[in-house]
């Protein structure tokens, strides 16, 4: 294992925000960790990358205990952070040419302007950067000495859907090239595409580990009716709908968990006919689950909350 995890325990004041949590993540794949504000991933992320002291546990980061070997650690690693300190007053490429200087080893600084699709900005000075441009560098700092694990915090926050994708294929052709990524993420569509294994965490504990086919397999049998409808239908009213399982409602978007679509779709729409709001019923369709139905059902909130 490229990382072991290892009954690892941190608390501050009354509050255990890791609460003796055990994982492995296997050389060359993308292992995501997910989990609401407040959940403890950032602080178990951060213990692994020698930022912070554990309480008591183990973790070993390459074959070596991160308690022992932090500094020989961090030369092998990249860490993009979710709110990194920039050097505002540098430009693009001195802020990576110094950065480079803290590594024995570091990719030509060129090539990795051009893979992060910085090349018209790299004489522009960081602070004139937009959003995200400055995460994109972010990104680029993460991977300057080539690292053999890069941790990426939330690295797509603040990019367009195009740069988005980018992003996601420079991770996979990393994996191509058996690196590891361990990835924190909001976008559950990101998490649900990139990783091998996906870790959730509440209350300091992880609460599922699998594949995100896994979980999504573990956890619904059934099928969503998704529709828009305002005001929407009580949740008291859907749970009475023939084959419904489960409700959740986000202001105007319902989503109606069933296991008996043909039923469930009969009682929604001659209960929208009944009130007279079937011409305001939008966008209703029928998906199957998600990852991010598999994190609400778990957690009771969205990811986002």
Known sequence: MIIEVENLVKSYSLIK?????????????????????????????EIIEGLRTADSGRVT??????????TMIKQKIGVQLQAPSL???????????TFAGFYKYSLPIDDVIELMALTESRKMLVKNLSGGQQQRLS?????????EIAFLDEPTTGLDPQA???????????RDKNKTIFLTTHYMEEAERLCDRVA?????????LDTPQELIRNYFKEKVIQFELEPPPPEIVLRTFA????????????????????????????YTEKIDLIDKLK?????????????????????RE
């Open 17 to 45: 925000a890791v609460d003796n949590i055990s994982f492995n993540v296997e050389p060359g794949e993308v292992f995501g960790m997910l989990g609401p504000n407040g959940a403890g991933k950032t602080t178990t992320v």
């Open 87 to 97: 050097m505002p007053a540098l430009t693009v490429r001195e802020l990576l040419d």
């Open 243 to 270: 084959g419904t399982t489960n409700v959740t409602i986000d202001t105007n978007s319902v989503a109606v968990y069933s296991s008996d679509i043909p039923a469930t779709m009969s009682a929604i729409l001659k």
């Open 139 to 147: 990104v680029a700092m993460a991977l300057i000495n080539n690292p």
């Open 283 to 303: 966008n209703l369709h029928v998906r199957e689950a998600t990852l991010e139905d598999v994190f609400l059902k778990l957690t009771g909130r969205r990811i």
């Open 164 to 174: 988005r994708r980018g992003l996601w294929t420079i991770i996979e052709n990393m």
């Open 61 to 70: 980061v390459l074959g070596l205990d991160v308690s022992e070997a932090s």
């Open 200 to 208: 959730i965490m509440d209350y300091g504990k992880i609460i599922a």
